[in-house]
């Protein structure tokens, strides 16, 4: 996993199955997004008017907790983080969103008619759908979610004990209606069809109908008190975790990698259980002297995933992804723990995927590397003159590279900066692949042509790189004493056009990108009607801290491409569903790497978050790998 900035402080780092096709899929959707902002209102499709019979009922009561990551990447850059409509893109809109923080904005909405404008959109509005996104079952988390922002526990606690002394009688503690002293139909505030179709008005007006006499003397906020908590009857709020335990067991083993070194005694194993990316719950246990360890009582809810971890010698070591389901009850996994060193094996670079972009006057470049290292020690890293902690692995970042930005932490703090060469000083782990680090950062340049050099420290097993394509722009990549490459294929990802360039095996090396052709600084982008580009300057100016978050996700679609292609994934149905997987995933990292670059999120919630995100795009992977369908479990 990725770690915390205090874990990370403290060495630790996070560790998945080698990830030889790590990839994003392409999706600009944050910018896609601000750009139907600043589309004519005219040319836009009116949204379905509401009808009750589109809303899909929850089949369980919906977890508000579980909606908070959807809501944080999906609503929050108009709504805001806290539901106050502060956010980043707020500004641009021609209508204020919806306070959902305001107790009176959400006073006369029913939870129906929330999901129906989720789902579906507001387009008249800037409002997108989000039907192609978000499944019912996430609609529903998500709105309960942004519901709960204008509400907190003491206030519901309040309506509790009012219902209590005054409700229970009749409705029943559960709200089923069903107390000792129930008249005949009742209303069952805990039936989920029911619950979704009124709003708080609706019941308020009902109470006052049926028995205005309960309550007379109580304060607006002792009533609303009372209906919040009959709420809480039909789903869970965003303060209670939402996870139920279950029948599931989760068995596994910690395996020590070095030779001749023993497992410590009393190594503990932490169980992190996510749902829709969101930590639902956490367990921790011993493993015995074989390094055994067990976990039961587990839900067996398939869209909750499993990670199990150790620490050892500051070092945090991680299992893959496991789901449990109904029909598999029981699942296995394995933890393999090594030694550290601050000797260097043999360092490389498992792959290197790299775009470069253009905009107005600058390049706009990001690239991804996997390194690996040969041996059975954690390399955790030697002295390098500059810096305040020992170092693992270097990147060149050429000297005129501006708001350089590390998915993985923050350049000063875990990424040390001398120079050209940033240093990366969490451990290295033995294996292939085994750190993946994403930089991206900005090119100025003057004219309309530039030669990039970029150098690579250590060997280089493949490279693939994307050039986004202009009507005049020409490309010629040459290593260092080798032949210029050839583009080896185009693609189009959401309106874009890329050149594919594809390395083989290179030694450490300089590689000469010679461009021309580019964007002027004072130049209009041509592919402003389909691309990116339409944004206004003065509705992108914020995201360029970094608002090409999404290109970021647009760097390694070739790969999962070409694993397609190559017939790991036979066919057209399953295709379709590891794009759209991998693509909202993909989608999610890219607005948090945004928000977090905006100042919007602290270094931990956006650590966490990620690697929750990570986590799941890199089981797609490697599920592609070994030529499995997504709904295969380990």
Known sequence: MIPSETETKKRGVGRWRPALLFALLPTLAGLLWLALAGAPLQAQTPSPTFALEQVTPPTVPPAAAFGRGSYEQNCAPCHGL??????????????????????????????????????FGRIERLMPPWQNQLSDEQIWQTVMYAWSLHTEPAFVTGGQTLYAQNCAGCHGESGAGDGPDAPVDLPDFSDLTYAMTRSQEDWLAGWQAAHSEIGQGWTVDEQRQVLEYLRTFSYIPAWESGYKPGPGVLRGRVTQGTAGI????????????????????????????????????????PTISYLASAVVEDVRYGSPIVNLTSEATEGETGITVYATTDEPGEIRIDRTDWIIDNEPGALAVVQLYFFGVSGDRTYTGSRVEGLDLPATVAIHIPPNAEQIFFENGVVGERFQQVGDLVYDTAPLIPGEGTKQLIVRYFLPYEGTSTTYSQRFLYPNAQTTLLVAELPQLQATITPSGAPAWQAADSQEFQGRSYQIYRGAT??????????????GADALDPRGQTGTASIPTATFAPWMAWGVGGLSVLMLGGVVLWAWRSGRVQTAEQEHELRHEADELARRIAQLDDRYALGQLSADGWQQQRSQLKARLLELTLRLQAGETPHETH
């Open 262 to 301: 023993d497992l410590p005694q009393g190594l503990a194993v932490t169980l992190e259980a996510y749902a829709q990316f969101t930590l639902a719950e956490t367990f921790t246990t011993t493993v015995d002297a074989e390094g055994n360890f067990e976990f039961t009582n587990l839900a067996v809810d």
């Open 506 to 519: 290179l030694p450490a090396t300089e590689i000469q990108v010679a461009l021309s052709g580019l964007l």
């Open 82 to 119: 806290n539901g106050l409509g502060d956010g980043p893109t707020s500004a641009s809109l021609p209508y204020s969103p919806t306070l959902f923080a305001d107790p009176d904005a959400i006073w006369g909405l029913s939870p129906a008619e929330m999901f129906h404008t989720t789902k």
